[in-house]
């Protein structure tokens, strides 16, 4: 369901993730919380990429941090 739900919020950007941050406890919905992170704009970092391709160098992951 979590990918699910990322392809529905960021469906533009192949840059996304989720992270589960708990469980709700209290209140009318019970289940677990996640934070949706996307790259909406991938090319910001289009320019790190091409110089990373240009050089060889290899790129292991691109991890998405909450602000």
């Known amino acids: 369901m979590t990918s699910r739900r990322l392809r529905q919020l960021v469906h533009q950007s192949p840059f996304r993730a989720a992270?589960?941050?708990?469980?709700?406890?209290?209140?009318?919905?019970?289940?677990?919380r996640y934070l949706i992170?996307?790259?909406t704009n991938p090319e910001q970092i289009r320019p790190w990429l091409d110089i990373m391709y240009q050089r060889g160098t290899p790129l292991a992951g691109i991890w998405l941090l909450p602000p």
């Open 19 to 32: 992270l589960r941050q708990g469980r709700e406890r209290n209140g009318p919905l019970r289940g677990d």
């Open 37 to 39: 992170m996307g790259l």
